[in-house]
């Protein structure tokens, strides 16, 4: 079996950027430490929160100091990596194993951080002109991981004229991260808790006709058909 823990990664996040919109930063700052111990990429709160909080308290030279201990809180975001870190020390000799054992699992993975522009390189260049066209599982797989590699750079890019500065910045950043290794593999996975990414796809398609929102369903509907009939085959597991 494929176990996945985007469905408790997910309202943790929702649920800690509700706090933070609260001003409830204790709460918030819990939650993104579930978050980060969860997963890696949950590390990402730390700045968005830092962001939140000025964004909530401009201009900064009329804060109150007591205004300034929800800074201290959101320092706790950190403790879940840094648990997670401790335990994988513990039984892997490696506090950064999440990084180190990525060449391992292939589809072009590297430990080095390698920027968006390569990564693109790779696909137009070097797979998409090699693949096996004859094996569809591959072909289909490929490209919808680079359809969504194009439109979240769009929304990411969207973002930051549409939505909260916090909100923009965490689909950026939750966007580049996992491209870092070099690769768009399991890419439509990760970007399912990028909530802000489907709140600005709500805002950009609410306003379209009715016909391009049915047609739009129907071709979702059919992609969902393909990909559920692929993993349940064991073709891929993310």
């Not at 204790?26 to 700045?47: D, E, Y």
């Not at 975001?77 to 039984?91: C, D, I, P």
Request: glycine share 4%; charged share 10%; hydrophobic share 55%.
């Amino acid at each position: 079996p494929s176990l996945y823990n985007e469905s408790l990664f997910m309202p943790i996040r929702v649920w800690a950027f509700y706090f933070a919109r609260k001003e409830k930063w204790l709460k918030a700052s819990l939650l993104g430490a579930f978050a980060s111990a969860t997963r890696v990429i949950g590390i990402l709160l730390l700045p968005v929160f830092l962001i939140e909080w000025f964004a909530q308290n401009r201009p900064i030279s009329k804060i109150k100091y007591k205004k300034y201990i929800p800074l201290v809180w959101v320092a706790l975001v950190s403790l879940g990596l840094l648990a997670y870190m401790f335990y994988l020390r513990q039984t892997t000799a490696d506090a950064l194993a999440f990084i180190n054992t990525l060449p391992g699992f292939g589809e072009q993975r590297s430990a080095t951080p390698i920027l968006l522009p390569q990564v693109f390189y790779r696909y137009f260049v070097r797979i998409l002109p090699n693949l096996n066209y004859s094996y569809f599982p591959v072909v289909f797989t490929t490209f919808l991981e680079i359809s969504l590699a194009i439109l979240f750079f769009i929304l990411s890019l969207l973002a930051f004229f549409k939505l909260r500065l916090s909100y923009a910045v965490y689909l950026l950043l939750g966007y580049l991260v996992p491209t870092l290794s070099g690769s768009f593999s399991s890419l439509p996975r990760y970007v399912l808790v990028l909530f802000p990414g489907f709140i600005l796809l709500t805002l950009l398609f609410s306003k379209s006709s009715r016909f391009f929102q049915i047609t739009l369903l129907l071709l979702f509907l059919l992609l969902l058909g393909i990909a559920t009939a692929l993993f349940a085959r064991g073709f891929w597991v993310s």
